[in-house]
């Protein structure tokens, strides 16, 4: 976790391993300015993504620890393009399994409201792959004319770039160091009432969970999941419902992690149900 700039989280893995998530290099060691960095790792944004979703997280954050948990308050936003939101973020590690709860806070310390859903994008290391469930299957009957989910495209969205992976339960997206296609970028959203979605590198499986609130709205017509990749990185992202804060008011958003090692490398869905899903299942 960083304290100097933030909220970040720069760093998940066990012990003397690799760190499953991205840093990037050419960002480490500098704070302070107008200049928006990547950074790397885990963040906390607000969508829709316009300008103020860029507000440069480059300064000092305050941090207060309490017992196994520790809280990482930013300053308020209140330059150029800053529109008076606090975020702040609350780690709390399992004393017993590689496993964390977060809970990401966006403050409207304006005198004016302000619509947003809180944005959590995860940036993991090159060369592996995210797993999204999709909703249950079924045959066409009399009980199921109805859609059951949805697929959020980009304008750079590509279904023929062969990173992806759509599947009969799950969409698989690959970031292989170098590929050649005609977007670099790739993005997709989902609604996902499971409520789940794993990043899979080099027999480390990351597992990220954030429940779907029923009756709620969410951004980007309707997303909780959305997946992104470039020529560098994967991010794994979680959505909160959309929320009008008035002036004082703030909104949350929590997800869990977990981490797995030792897991079986595999690329089809039958290695997702035999060897993912178990791992899903431990709570």
């Known amino acids: ?15 003397e391993a690799e760190n499953i998530l991205h ?5 480490a060691g500098f704070s302070g300015g107008n200049e928006f ?13 316009v300008e103020r979703t860029y507000f440069p997280d480059n300064r000092t954050v305050s941090v207060c620890q309490s017992g196994n948990k520790v809280r990482f308050t930013a300053p308020v936003e209140d330059t150029s393009p800053g529109t008076n939101l606090q975020k702040e973020l609350e780690i709390e590690l399992d004393e017993t399994a590689p496993r964390a709860r977060l809970l990401h806070r966006i ?24 797993i999204l469930p999709l909703p249950a299957r079924a045959s066409m009957d ?31 997206l690959m970031q292989p160091a170098e590929r050649s296609c005609h977007f670099a970028e790739q993005m997709a959203g989902i609604s996902n009432p499971a409520g789940w979605g794993a ?11 954030a429940p779907l609130i029923a009756g709620a709205v969410y951004p980007d017509f309707g997303c909780n ?33 977990q981490l797995f090692g030792n897991v079986p490398a595999g690329d089809d869905e039958n290695w997702i149900r035999s060897v993912v899903l178990p791992l899903v299942a431990v709570v």
């Open 107 to 130: 403050m409207n310390r304006d005198s004016q409201p302000t619509e947003l859903s809180p944005w959590t994008p995860t940036m993991m290391r090159a060369g592996g792959r995210a």
């Open 1 to 15: 976790m960083l304290a100097d700039v933030g909220p970040r989280i720069i760093r998940f893995g066990f012990p």
């Open 23 to 27: 840093e990037v290099a050419a960002d």
């Open 142 to 172: 009399k009980d199921h004319y109805l859609p059951v989910g949805l697929l959020a495209l980009w304008s750079f969205t590509d279904l023929a770039d062969p990173r992806w992976r759509f599947g009969t339960e799950y969409i698989q």
């Open 225 to 257: 999941f959305e997946i992104f990749t470039n020529l560098d990185f994967l991010e794994v992202e979680t959505l909160g419902p959309r929320v009008l804060l008035q002036p004082g008011e703030h909104t949350t958003h929590t997800e869990t992690w």
């Open 199 to 209: 990043y899979y590198s080099k027999g480390t499986l990351f597992l990220k969970r």
């Open 37 to 49: 960095r990547l950074y790397g790792g885990h963040r906390l944004w607000a969508s829709p993504e």
